[in-house]
């Protein structure tokens, strides 16, 4: 029998026990997500996006660096020097004090200070500044689409992800219930071999087409896992975090005729308004070379003060000081076919910016047109395997009732059961493909 302190020291360690049980245990909970929360994760984390809006913080500061051709340039400058001349044989000319000095008897020191402002401003340039502005707000809008595609392409892949997430998802119960279907099936089988109103053979069909589906569900479940696997990477996320999709894998709504998805993507597609500012990025960077082939025409005014003592610089504006406005024009005659090759360098490259978008503008064409005519497939091949799942589930049912009555045998009741599993699974995938297809419609259409 336990004494009282050797009690007490029990339940003292059981409870102790208990506590660190309790606060130890921390189940990992799958994390529920929506599409647009997946969506949200993959856009904050996604290295080309933020590369890509780096980019085009670059290309405005680029702007406000154009814009600077437009303003004059004002410097500043503060001189100081100290000149030591050592002992001579002849007179020497002082310029300070505008006089003959006969330095043979020693040294002398000459100081001076000067300061003041410069100001350059290009009065005309053959309009090079205008179009370097035009160029750099073309550029940062062209960047701009680029971020919106970039966007738009990982938004694509999630919703692919996602989708066959779901799609997993949905196959995993398919397989789960035919597990249950399949387990029926053998103690069905089993039952009437013990009474010997059915075959051995019987029993061993059931048995291998039980194990079948058991292999089917655990190949599911692997598929299941490995569609988290892949969200979270296209997220840039922990593959092996755990994922719970909240939605369902339904028929999405897009309510557009071809001609209208067709005006939407020349309109909003982000790869097409990409390359049409590129192309006028390019045709402005052809003008602003142009203007080489003009005359040069600026203004330089400068203000400056000049004295022997730093301390006379309180007379800044008084005394000492000197401005001056000089106008000028250069004009350049030949530079070794610089200015030619120059210009055709940039006149190529707007022709090939040319050429670029309206080979994008006929691929965004091409691409509505295969994602409508997808659709328009998925459409119809979604209702023929719903009504195949229905006829499947239906001829299982039948197949099921003549099996349980003796008037069928186990191979028609498997034969029932795996076309009523190939339908569903059919369906499954005719599901995802609408929803793979709408999805593609929309990235096309620039949505």
Not at 62 to 91: C, F, I, K
């Amino acid at each position: 029998m336990l004494t009282k302190p050797a009690l007490k020291s029990l339940i003292l360690i059981t409870v102790i026990g208990a506590l660190i049980l309790l606060f130890s245990f921390n189940p990992v909970m799958a994390e529920k997500l929506t599409l647009e929360q997946c969506i949200d994760i993959a856009v904050e984390n996604n290295p080309e996006i933020k590369s890509a809006k780096n980019q085009y913080k670059i290309s405005r500061e680029s702007v406000w660096s154009a814009y600077g051709g437009l303003l004059p340039s004002l410097d500043s400058y503060l001189n100081a020097s100290r000149t030591v001349y050592g002992p001579t044989s002849y007179l020497r000319y002082d310029q300070n004090t505008n006089q003959l000095i006969d330095a043979s008897t020693g040294i002398s020191v000459s100081k001076n200070y000067s300061a003041g402002f410069v100001m350059n401003y290009t009065l005309f340039n053959g309009l090079s500044n205008i179009y370097n502005i035009r160029d750099a707000k073309a550029n940062a809008k062209a960047e701009h689409y680029n971020v919106e595609g970039t966007k738009r392409d990982i938004i694509y892949r999630v919703k692919e992800r996602y989708f066959s997430l779901l799609q997993a998802k949905m196959l995993v119960e398919v397989r789960k219930e035919a597990v249950k279907r399949g387990e029926e099936q053998l103690k069905t089988a089993e039952s009437r071999y013990e009474l010997g109103s059915s075959a051995l053979s019987d029993v061993l069909k059931a048995r291998v087409q039980y194990g079948q589906d058991q292999l089917d569900l655990v190949e599911a479940e692997n598929t299941y896992e490995l569609a988290k696997a892949d969200l979270n990477y296209v997220m840039d996320r922990d593959v092996s975090l755990d994922i719970e999709p909240v939605e369902n894998l339904d028929m999405r709504a897009l309510d557009y005729d071809f001609n209208a998805a067709f005006e939407v993507a020349m309109e909003r597609n982000q790869d097409l308004l990409d390359a049409e500012y590129s192309m006028e990025s390019a045709k402005y960077q052809k003008l602003s070379a142009r203007g080489d082939w003009f005359p040069s025409i600026t203004v330089r005014a400068s203000y400056g003060w000049n004295d022997e003592d730093f301390g006379n610089i309180d007379n800044f504006v008084d005394e000492d000081y000197t401005w001056s406005i000089v106008g000028s024009v250069s004009f350049n005659i030949f530079n070794g076919f610089n200015t030619k090759a120059q210009h055709n360098i940039y006149r190529l490259r707007h022709k090939t910016a040319q050429d670029t978008y309206y080979a994008m503008k006929n691929s965004v064409a091409l691409q509505v047109k295969q994602a409508y005519l997808n659709l328009e497939k998925a459409r119809q091949n979604m209702r023929l395997t719903e009504e195949s799942e229905e006829a499947a589930r239906e001829d299982f049912n039948l197949a099921q009732e003549k099996y349980n009555l003796g008037a069928a045998t186990i191979l028609e009741l498997i034969d029932a059961q795996v076309s009523y599993k190939q339908a569903e699974t059919n369906r499954i995938q005719a599901l995802f493909d609408y929803n793979l297809a709408v999805s593609q419609l929309e990235k096309a259409m620039g949505l």
